[in-house]
């Protein structure tokens, strides 16, 4: 008698990224624990960092693009009185400066200027791709280009003394694409001197937290009705449903829109995620002038998903 095919995995993993593993580790090492190729995470995350690195497995891989753009939440060091070529304690160092006397309030007070929308050049050690290579790679050959800045967006920085001198930590939220290794040197730039950041922990990535965050010895996947669930939500019919599947717009009166507390700062129109009656996750929609498109549909051909 054949074997039936396991089902299909569908969902998110939240991981609690080790220090030592780069999110392709991550991947890999889940791949085999899983027993599925689908996986992909949502946003790359420092080798020597730890924290919440969330995983798309199976149709939730099609869904990544929506996860990476969520605000993201950190913890680490900032280190005054040194630089290094990868702005963290992983590189070498490159510069010494005298900051003994800096104080949490010297810190605070030129923290102003890096919230709010602020241009960043990227450091040479990251995922980037300049003119087809990645900027670590040419790092890696002992080649340094010219970066441009980019804009992000800081929401919040914090800091507070440690017991060690010339060594705060720092607890930032801020948009996506926003590294906080820059900030920390920029930071020690503004402060007449230099830094660089150590023990870097994400503490979230959008309304996924530490408090979801399982080890690769512990993965747990969360179903596809909780992979948006930052995303603010309609529930609609099962014609709805099959509308969707088959490619076509909703008409507003066919949704009802959910009371959530959205975390996602888009302009409008904002992506909405779109449940069937069941509860689960049909597809993501935009709102049009006549309804709602349809932009990614995760529901199975012919109904909604079951995913138990």
């Given at each position: 008698?054949?074997?039936?095919?396991?089902?299909?995995?569908?969902?998110?993993?939240?991981?609690?990224?080790?220090?030592?593993?780069?999110?392709?580790?991550?991947?890999?090492?889940?791949?085999?624990?899983?027993?599925?190729?689908?996986?992909?995470?949502?946003?790359?995350?420092?080798?020597?960092?730890?924290?919440?690195?969330?995983?798309?497995?199976?149709?939730?891989?099609?869904?990544?693009?929506?996860?990476?753009?969520?605000?993201?939440?950190?913890?680490?060091?900032?280190?005054?009185g040194s630089t290094t070529s990868t702005l963290d304690a992983a590189g070498e160092v490159t510069g010494t400066f005298a900051m003994d006397g800096i104080t949490v309030s010297d810190v605070r007070s030129v923290l102003a200027s890096f919230t709010g929308e602020i241009d960043q050049i990227?450091?040479?050690?990251?995922?980037?791709?300049?003119?087809?290579?990645?900027?670590?790679?040419?790092?890696?050959?002992?080649?340094?280009?010219?970066?441009?800045?980019?804009?992000?967006?800081?929401?919040?920085?914090?800091?507070?003394?440690?017991?060690?001198?010339?060594?705060?930590?720092?607890?930032?939220?801020?948009?996506?694409?926003?590294?906080?290794?820059?900030?920390?040197?920029?930071?020690?730039?503004?402060?007449?001197?230099?830094?660089?950041?150590?023990?870097?922990?994400?503490?979230?990535?959008?309304?996924?937290?530490?408090?979801?965050?399982?080890?690769?010895?512990?993965?747990?996947?969360?179903?596809?009705?909780?992979?948006?669930?930052?995303?603010?939500?309609?529930?609609?019919?099962?014609?709805?449903?099959?509308?969707?599947?088959q490619g076509r717009q909703l008409g507003a009166q066919s949704v009802v829109a959910r009371a959530t507390s959205t975390l996602v700062p888009f302009g409008a129109p904002s992506p909405h995620a779109v449940y069937g009656p069941d509860g689960d996750l049909v597809a993501v929609v935009e709102?049009?002038?006549?309804?709602?498109?349809?932009?990614?549909?995760?529901?199975?051909?012919?109904?909604?998903?079951?995913?138990?």
């Amino acid at each position: 008698m054949a074997r039936r095919p396991a089902p299909p995995i569908d969902g998110a993993c939240v991981v609690d990224k080790p220090a030592g593993w780069t999110s392709h580790d991550v991947v890999a090492k889940s791949r085999a624990l899983l027993g599925t190729r689908k996986v992909g995470h949502s946003g790359t995350l420092d080798p020597d960092a730890t924290g919440v690195l969330v995983l798309g497995v199976g149709r939730a891989t099609r869904l990544l693009r929506f996860l990476t753009v969520l605000g993201k939440a950190y913890v680490g060091e900032l280190v005054l009185g040194s630089t290094t070529s990868t702005l963290d304690a992983a590189g070498e160092v490159t510069g010494t400066f005298a900051m003994d006397g800096i104080t949490v309030s010297d810190v605070r007070s030129v923290l102003a200027s890096f919230t709010g929308e602020i241009d960043q050049i990227p450091p040479m050690v990251s995922a980037i791709k300049v003119q087809g290579r990645r900027l670590h790679e040419l790092a890696r050959e002992g080649i340094e280009i010219e970066r441009e800045a980019r804009r992000v967006v800081i929401h919040r920085i914090d800091v507070e003394s440690t017991n060690e001198p010339k060594v705060f930590r720092l607890s930032v939220q801020c948009g996506s694409g926003t590294y906080i290794r820059s900030l920390a040197a920029d930071i020690g730039t503004a402060l007449g001197g230099g830094a660089h950041l150590r023990n870097l922990r994400r503490t979230a990535v959008g309304g996924f937290g530490l408090a979801d965050a399982r080890g690769l010895d512990q993965l747990q996947l969360l179903t596809m009705r909780e992979v948006l669930r930052d995303y603010p939500a309609l529930d609609t019919d099962a014609a709805g449903v099959v509308a969707l599947v088959q490619g076509r717009q909703l008409g507003a009166q066919s949704v009802v829109a959910r009371a959530t507390s959205t975390l996602v700062p888009f302009g409008a129109p904002s992506p909405h995620a779109v449940y069937g009656p069941d509860g689960d996750l049909v597809a993501v929609v935009e709102e049009v002038d006549t309804g709602y498109k349809p932009v990614v549909v995760v529901a199975v051909s012919g109904g909604p998903e079951r995913i138990g």
